[in-house]
């Protein structure tokens, strides 16, 4: 086969995909190379060879439905760690501040607060009971 | 709905939109990488994580070009990852197509047999020039939708295809290979 021809077949692949338009020198050059046409025929046959390969897919829902399962649990966990991290970090705020009055001699007001934190934590629960209700509304 | 529509409601967080989406987008990303992975386990598994990462990724998606071009565009890279991470392709060959030739015994294992070759056929080519064949032979992309897909010039669409047949054609014949 000559090189000529292998030039041609790739112009042939991108004319049989629709890439490129039939022009009249390729007209032309298959009326007269037995090579090149026999070529664009193999090239129709595999493509209704390959067409076996194109069958109906019938849809898994629960595919896609896992999927967002997958998302949802994923985004929870990072929640969580956002939630952990808040967590830590005040905690060592309010550790660290407990520790530099301490330090600086005000332990015994610090003792003092702790007693009144003790008392009047119970109140706080009004509150909480209040805005929960208000939240779900009723 | 048109896709628009179900797009700007995926959009702004309605997850019944973009399920339908994904549901009519199925087939073509499980077709897609059945034919490129060419086991059904391992189609499930990439399938669902390309879903999952459509999920997350929605509000990034700018509709420049069609949802499904989106999706194969995140299987194709997934693909690409999970073969480089693993060094290998999973190319099992196992059952693609359901065989329904009924009574016929003769007709169903010439139908085997053509479809055993065909498959050893696809898997002969290398996954990257496998691709760009998929792309075009099966959905019709255009040399710069496809080279937008898989993040390579037109020029190497166009050679990755064109390998690819001549590749299928000499294994097909039963010729060696020109690698």
Redesign the interface.
Known sequence: MSKCCEEY??IL??IY???TEMSTEIKNHLENCSNCREFLN??EG??D??A??????P???S??E???T??DQ?EEKKRNIIDLLIFMSTAIGIFFVIFVLAYKGYGKYLLYGQISVFFLAPFSLIAFLKGRRLKEGM | MLEAELLGLAKSGDKSALKNLLEANYNVVYGYLLKLTMNEDFTRDLTQETMTRAIVNIKKFKGESKFSTWLISIASNLFKDVVKKKGQNHEDIDEIVNLDAGKDVEKAVLTRERLMSLKKALASIPTEMRQAFILKHYYNYSYEEIAGILHCPIGTVRSRIHYSIKKLKSVLDGGISNE
């Open positions: 077949e790739d692949i991108d995909y629709g890439e193999e090239m595999l493509g060879q390959l076996i390969f194109d069958t109906d897919i849809i898994d829902c595919l896609v896992s999927a967002f997958s998302v994923k």
